[in-house]
């Protein structure tokens, strides 16, 4: 699938999230190593995804050659393929956990609530009349205030699903990443863009 800064709302968020994951992947190898080498064309990076069973391949040149230019990138290119992943494997990164973890949370929230006001705009208030997408996002979004822990408020809340993953308030204290890898993430907002991107495009088209 081709990403198009002017065409895709996330666009910005995964950008700045694989520019940073990549950066500092490099850095810890020069750093541990005493040297590192810069990407070629056809190098690429894989990133899991646990539920939905996805990887999802990208260039890093793509991105890293724009940036590193001096001008942002406007166009990413992301291939699928299946994966499998056993139901009690856990995302292990070591030292990299902390920092990966923060930079995939800073790409959702900041989508999230860049977005929140047209989504309140034309859904309403009330969550439950959000697209389905967005209710589950918002309990996603939660628990990254909580040490990425499901932190539903209420026994009697309502539970909230997407792709088959459901969510209700006997999951309090689940980490997300027990469920939510990276390719997860990406995917969830892209199914998020596309809850509302033509609404969001009419807005941009009027201002």
């Not at 666009?11 to 694989?18: E, H, P, V």
């Not at 940073?20 to 894989?46: N, R």
Request: charged share 20%; proline share 5%; hydrophobic share 40%.
């Amino acid at each position: 699938m081709l990403l198009e800064r002017d065409r895709h709302g996330f666009f910005d968020d995964l950008a700045n999230y694989l520019i940073c994951l990549v950066s500092l992947t490099l850095t810890f190898e020069l750093y541990i190593t005493g040297k590192s080498e810069i990407y070629a064309p056809d190098h690429t990076l894989i990133v899991d995804g646990k539920h939905s069973g996805i990887s999802l391949i990208f260039y890093p040149t793509s991105l890293l050659d724009p940036f590193f230019g001096g001008t942002w990138p406007t166009q990413l290119r992301l291939e699928a393929q299946p994966v499998t992943v056993p139901a009690d494997a856990k995302l292990s990164l070591g030292i990299l956990e902390r920092p990966v973890h923060a930079f995939a949370q800073e790409m959702l929230v900041t989508y999230f609530e860049r977005n929140l006001p047209l989504v309140k705009a034309v859904y309403g208030e009330s969550h439950r009349q959000w697209p389905p997408e967005w209710d589950f996002a918002r309990v996603v979004r939660n628990s990254v205030a909580h040490s990425g822990r499901i932190r539903f408020l209420k026994t009697s809340s309502p539970s909230v699903s997407w792709r088959g993953l459901t969510y209700a308030a006997t999951d309090n204290g689940r980490h997300i990443h027990d469920d939510l890898w990276t390719a997860d993430l990406i995917i969830l907002l892209l199914d998020m863009d596309k809850a509302i991107s033509e609404r969001r495009m009419t807005v941009v088209e009027s201002t």
